[in-house]
């Protein structure tokens, strides 16, 4: 009877909760933006908190579930302790354990976390296609709030006060352009895509406000990730002869936006004013992450197998000219295998080819998802995972795996 009633209380609840989790999240971080100042003096952040409370529901609920159904667990399963257990492992072995585990002060991207985005993907998984479906609206509901977020920081000097904001290019909700990019790039596929096969305006409006959001970041590697997946898919269109008029709506949306938005800005006055950033230094061309790739390189070479642990390539990173040193290796698939070593990368890409494998490429809805991945998968290579955009990225991974054909052509 006590088995039952908690079983129910989970096939109830779980949607309602992951839902509010994540329409949660945005709020989370515009308090971050809030108390900026408060939680850099204490190092601390709210997001990073809020994860590690939501580790102590999502693993019970998921591993509750699986024990009463009586279920086996599958091979992207396995992969994901496979993974977690490495990542652990690694944090044992690390330089800085605490550091491992909790994350870097004002990062927090520790094993914690990483359980987080795990579980968070694993419970998400189990929804059912209508509710999946859902999730797609609070990513609307995220991007906007980002848009509003820029527009404020962007057009008044009292915002950047109020938002703690220092920086070149508006950042959303985020702490740094690079990271918003990510996410809006990723974004503007997806919603472009939604929109040219289910011709619904809020899929339309959601595009325009996520690739515009993409411009004025001014950030070059999400961008090219985006027309790069986007020229993919009009190329393999025109092969198979599927392609409609509607393509031409985002090819002009795309092209047009570009130059008004980024050579004839309303925003250059702030761009021309930066005598408040102090020292601030823009890698436009991405000299910097060469330098960065190069000595992240001859790190792994030392540790190959274990990694230095999460978070830790601070300590170990040799200082430059200036005495700055690298906290991240700028690239996703670096900064895991100098991080957990070698077999968390190959493990963590073959779980994610292993679900893009299952998929039915002819479902339309499924497709949308696909690239949102694999914007965000190209992008990575000149960027990294954030506790501000990766959530995100679990969120449709989740979705999109396990996902039945979606029969119905609106959504």
């Not at 939680?39 to 591993?63: A, G, V």
């Not at 996410?183 to 595009?207: A, D, M, N, P, T």
């Not at 991974?397 to 054909?405: A, F, P, R, V, W």
Request: a positive charge.
């Amino acid at each position: 009877m006590k088995d039952t009633y908690y079983y129910d209380l989970i096939k109830k609840y779980r949607y309602k909760l992951l839902t509010i989790f994540t329409v949660l999240i945005p709020v989370i971080y515009f308090l971050n933006l809030l108390f900026r100042h408060e939680y850099i003096n204490n190092e601390i952040r709210l997001d990073s908190y809020y994860y590690f409370i939501l580790i102590f529901i999502l693993i019970p609920m998921y591993f509750y579930e699986k024990h009463y159904l009586h279920e086996k667990y599958n091979i992207i399963e396995k992969l994901v302790f496979l993974y977690l257990i490495i990542n652990l492992i690694t944090s044992f072995t690390a330089v800085n354990k605490t550091t491992a585990f909790l994350g870097y002060n004002l990062r927090y991207e520790g094993f914690l976390t990483i359980c987080f985005y795990m579980f968070y993907f694993l419970n998400i998984s189990r929804l059912n296609i209508q509710e999946k479906k859902s999730f797609i609206y609070i990513l609307m509901f995220t991007i906007i709030v980002h848009f509003i977020t820029i527009i404020f920081q962007e057009t008044s000097l009292y915002s950047r006060t109020f938002f703690k904001y220092k920086s070149l290019y508006p950042t959303g909700l985020t702490s740094n352009s690079d990271f918003l990019a990510s996410l809006v790039s990723s974004s503007s596929i997806l919603f472009g895509l939604l929109y040219y096969f289910y011709h619904k305006k809020r899929y339309l409006i959601s595009f325009i406000l996520s690739y515009l959001s993409l411009i004025i970041t001014n950030v070059t590697s999400p961008l090219l990730a985006y027309y790069l997946v986007l020229i993919l898919f009009i190329i393999i269109s025109l092969i198979k002869r599927t392609i409609n008029k509607r393509i031409i709506v985002l090819l002009l949306i795309t092209l047009l936006i570009y130059p008004i938005f980024n050579k004839y800005s309303l925003f250059d006055e702030f761009k021309e004013n930066v005598s408040f950033i102090e020292n601030e230094q823009y890698d436009k061309l991405g000299h910097n992450r060469l330098k960065i790739w190069k000595k992240t390189g001859l790190l792994i070479v030392e540790r190959p197998v274990l990694g230095y642990g999460n978070d830790n390539l601070i300590y170990v990173y040799e200082k430059d000219a200036n005495g700055k040193v690298a906290d991240k290796a700028h690239n996703i698939y670096l900064n895991m295998v100098v991080s957990n070593g070698i077999f968390s990368v190959i493990v963590y890409l073959s779980m994610i080819v292993l679900i893009i494998k299952k998929i039915d490429f002819h479902d339309k809805y499924s497709l949308c998802l696909l690239l949102f991945i694999l914007v965000y998968l190209i992008q990575g290579f000149f960027n990294i995972n954030v506790i501000e955009v990766t959530p995100y990225f679990y969120m449709i991974l989740g979705c999109l795996y396990k996902n039945d054909i979606i029969k119905k052509e609106s959504i």
